[in-house]
């Protein structure tokens, strides 16, 4: 497995109960995984303690060969290695396009780093985009450039926390498929959190659930909510 998540556990200070409890998850190297939970439900915190903006009290996390998280390992965030697109984008405004993209490439040889940044640009169909400022896109045309910011130094994991919330319905419809089509061009193992089903079902290939801090597969969590409605109707099921 390419992402190896074991007994992670975590809490905030003063809080009664862990916000994450015992969570495994393996993902294969270029899957995209649908981590899927109501508010509260701990799904962002996840992709906090995988970026290392957060530390666990307990637990491993292992990308490719290298351990990022366990009793004695701790990588910064920085060292990891792993792009994240926030919920609000989190552009710079004083920044162009050109700028945002080449941001994290700062250790790149010159000519390296250009020939990236208008190879990510040309990925997200955003090439002729690259002087504008990002009070000047759309909604969807900002999310474009942080996927390619997030993209331009060959991730080894990208995040992405609830990627579509700031988008009208009918703009995440339309950027659903492109955003698959993207990462599934460059085979970058990814994981997004969302609190819409149709967002999963749409984008991902396999759907985890968040519930009580805990990872459950997408199909038994459906088949015991579909018992537990059974069991809460039984005249209903026995008129079937």
């Known amino acids: 497995m390419y992402v190896q998540i074991k007994d992670l556990c975590f809490g905030y ?107 990510v640009l040309e990925l997200v169909n955003m090439s002729s985009y690259a002087k504008r400022y990002p009070h000047e896109l759309s909604g969807g045309q900002q999310q474009r450039i942080a996927l390619a910011r997030s993209l331009a130094p060959e991730p080894s994991l990208l995040l992405l926390d609830e990627p579509f919330s700031n988008l009208d319905a009918d703009l995440q419809i339309k950027i659903r498929s492109e955003l698959k089509e993207i990462i599934k061009q460059t085979g970058t193992t990814s994981i997004f959190v969302t609190h819409d089903r149709e967002d999963s079902r749409a984008i991902a290939d396999r ?34």
């Not at 490719?64 to 552009?91: C, H, N, W």
């Not at 990872?215 to 099921?237: G, M, N």
Request: aromatic share 6%; proline share 3%.
């Open 207 to 240: 759907i985890i659930t968040m519930r009580d801090g805990a990872a459950h597969d997408w199909d038994s969590l459906c088949t015991t909510t579909r018992l537990e409605e059974e069991q809460r109707q039984p005249e209903l099921v026995r008129l079937k």
């Open 13 to 119: 200070k003063n809080a009664k109960n862990l916000t994450i409890h015992h969570f495994n998850l393996d993902i294969e190297q270029g899957e995209i995984i649908s981590i899927l939970g109501e508010s509260g439900s701990g799904k962002s915190t996840v992709l906090r303690l995988l970026c290392g903006l957060e530390t666990p009290s307990k637990g491993t996390i292992k990308i490719g060969s290298q351990t990022m998280t366990d009793e004695r390992t701790f990588v910064l965030p920085e060292k990891r290695g792993i792009g994240m697109v926030f919920q609000d984008y989190a552009l710079f405004p004083h920044m162009t396009v050109y700028e945002n993209v080449q941001f994290g490439l700062k250790n790149w040889k010159r000519k390296e780093r250009k020939n990236r940044v208008h190879e």
